[in-house]
């Protein structure tokens, strides 16, 4: 069974915010309420990152962990998502995320606060799939159409990917051993390598092993005349 | 000779705490669904166009998350 995560390359963001667009367009998200966001590191410095963060769909979710109501659940695919008729909009897990991904829809100037809304991976929620009452709520559901989510898939460098994380991480993999660096951070090893033939999940055709350390990068300092 | 025998035990003693040190316990988390009070929700697989086809629906899924891969899609 698919484990569906978001995996972002810092390395290809381009600070473009389709992501953000592709979510707001897609889901008919109101003013004030940001699913999806890109934030971006040493903005203006050479060598500036960006990444595009929402909901990482945990797998120990401290959001579900706190919510007083017990409002969270968990799809058979990993993706954590909520019952807005259950939500008391009272911000439990607005402080639990370590990511800022629960959002509150602001009525009035002292910020009262309605129900949660946060990405849910485009898996709808808890209404008859691809119903009225599921979109208004909770937004579209690609995800019972076969799609992926439209952040994703409308990543114009592929920064952004989604999808099984077995698949993402291969297609990571794939990528760094392309370009020759990224394989010397701390944890690539743990996270990245490639996974025994009875784990599951890995398709061949897509296995590399993770690369060397680079050449230590040279300064790009300074502008060319 | 007491010294050395309570010197030996305490080495043992260390020698075991610092083993049990180098264990590595398992980092998978077994998900258990908590006490969910909301409205049940149905399975993204479970209506149309799928139909309850859950294979279908994953080969769907699979296909669209490889076509991320600009390499593959460049190689064919």
Not at chain 1, 34 to 62: F, Q, Y
Not at chain 1, 155 to 181: F, M, P, Q
Not at chain 2, 2 to 31: D, F, K, S
Not at chain 2, 47 to 75: C, M, S, T
């Amino acid at each position: 069974m698919a484990r569906m995560k978001f995996l972002c390359d810092a390395e290809r963001c381009i600070e473009c915010n389709s992501c953000v667009t592709a979510c707001k367009q897609e889901h008919d998200i109101p003013w004030g309420v940001n699913r999806r966001r890109v934030v971006t590191l040493n903005d203006g410095v050479p060598g500036e990152r960006s990444i595009s963060v929402a909901c990482m769909h945990c797998s120990d979710a401290p959001c579900m962990a706190v919510c007083p109501v017990d409002c969270f659940y968990k799809t058979e695919e990993g993706v954590v998502l909520h019952d807005k008729d259950l939500c008391i909009g009272c911000g439990y897990c607005f402080y639990a995320c370590p990511f800022g991904a629960p959002q509150f829809p602001q009525t009035g100037a002292f910020g009262v606060r309605g129900k949660m809304d946060k990405c849910t991976f485009c898996a709808g929620g808890p209404e008859p799939d691809r119903s009225q009452a599921e979109f208004a709520k909770y937004g579209r559901n690609r995800l019972a159409e076969g799609k992926l989510p439209a952040c994703a898939e409308m990543c114009s460098t592929k920064a952004l990917l989604g999808g099984d994380g077995e698949v993402i991480a291969n297609i990571y993999r794939d990528r760094v051993t392309h370009r020759g660096k990224g394989g010397e951070v701390w944890g690539w090893a743990t996270a990245y390598k490639v996974p025994s033939a009875s784990g599951g999940g890995a398709q061949p055709g897509n296995q590399a092993p993770a690369p060397a350390a680079p050449e230590p990068a040279k300064p790009t300092g300074g502008t060319k005349s | 000779m007491t010294t050395r025998i309570a010197l030996l035990a305490a080495a043992a003693t260390l020698l075991a705490l610092g083993v049990a040190g180098c264990g590595e316990r398992p980092q998978v988390i077994n998900y258990k669904q908590g006490k969910y009070q909301g409205k049940a929700d149905t399975p993204a697989f479970a209506n149309a166009p799928f139909n309850g086809n859950k294979q279908q629906w994953e080969h769907e899924i699979d296909d669209r998350a490889h076509y991320q891969n600009e390499y593959v899609r460049l190689r064919d």
